[in-house]
């Protein structure tokens, strides 16, 4: 329970702090720094050493995919009947593709299922992000500003160079190597902070005004991102017959909200980041009682 009171006070404090106007109203880059480059990497430290690797740690990270492709071909057949141009198309498909598999997904995994189990989220959360830094930049280069068009080596740069990703590999390598369990403590502490500061930074952000005027265009992502894309993973664990952990996992971190990295990229690349913004606010409020539905069809299915 205890979990769930901080989702909702943290979430709340940032959304109170941004309405009063008692906080920078770029408070939310100096907490998302914290989180990327110190606490991200924490977790890796604290969770990837302690995996047992099998072929079925696979799902998580083809989970992500899935949820892409998906999105790409919803909002590909969604456009084109509703004949929007590209770039409401590239952006629906930033908006829907890209789960929040960590701000929002390791403070619900740890609350639904339990701290051990974020070494799983670990994987869905890292495959979301080689996907977004390769196929999400071509797709936001398709509807946006071609005046920067990014090589192969601009999306490698980009890759390697995220935090996030860099403690992932550090991780798995020096694991291998270096007993690391005596600074178990250390990352633990740093690990901890990454759901009290994703939350609040989540409330800072969230923006609800104009909805009505892109109220279509919203549903429809909504629809994807936290119905049918969790369908599309469970039908395939189904048709696999996974069952437990891993497999609840990855569901679960597809039902997750939209990325809010996503607004990032709809505004670097010129897109409709109104649209996307609005997106990323109401899927986390509208989030949070739709992976409540899907804890427990997990709960039931695997």
């Known amino acids: 329970m205890v979990n769930f009171i901080l989702i909702a006070f943290c979430i709340a404090a940032g959304m109170i702090f941004t309405a009063t106007k008692s906080i920078h ?15 991200l990497p924490a977790v890796s430290f604290e969770y990837i ?10 799902l998580p990270a083809i989970s992500s995919l899935i949820v892409w492709a998906g999105s790409w071909l919803f909002m590909e057949i969604y ?36 701290e051990q189990y974020l070494s799983i989220a670990i994987i869905c959360d890292q495959a979301m992000f080689v996907i977004l830094s390769t196929a999400g930049i071509v797709a936001a280069l398709k509807g946006g500003s071609q005046q920067n068009k990014p090589d192969a080596r601009f999306i490698l740069k980009r890759l390697v160079t995220f935090p996030p990703f860099i403690g992932c590999v550090s991780s798995l390598v020096l694991s291998h190597f270096i007993n690391l369990q005596p600074t178990e403590p250390f990352f633990n502490k740093l690990a901890a902070t990454v759901a009290p500061l994703a939350l609040f930074s989540v409330g800072l952000q969230l923006k609800f005004k104009g909805w009505q005027q892109e109220i279509y265009q ?10 049918l ?17 891993i497999a609840k996992i990855s569901v679960f971190e597809a039902a997750m909200p939209t990325l809010l990295t996503s607004s990032i990229i709809a505004e670097e690349y010129r897109l409709n980041a109104r649209l ?4 990323i606010g109401i899927s986390i409020i509208v989030g949070l ?7 427990q069809i997990v709960q039931v299915f695997l």
């Open 276 to 279: 996307t913004n609005l997106i």
């Open 79 to 114: 456009c084109r009947h509703k004949h929007y141009a590209q770039r409401t198309r590239s952006s629906l498909e930033i908006a829907s593709g890209f789960a929040n598999t960590s701000f929002i997904g390791f403070p619900l995994i740890s609350a639904y299922f339990g």
């Open 289 to 295: 009682a739709t992976t409540a539905l899907w804890y």
């Open 229 to 245: 894309a969790p369908v599309l993973v469970l039908i395939l664990v189904l048709v696999l017959h996974l069952k437990g952990d």
């Open 49 to 58: 050493p302690k995996i047992r690797w099998s072929e079925e740690m696979l």
């Open 218 to 227: 919203i549903g429809m992502s909504q629809i994807y991102k936290l119905l």
């Open 25 to 39: 109203p770029d408070a939310h880059k100096s907490i998302n720094t914290w989180i990327l480059y110190i606490a």
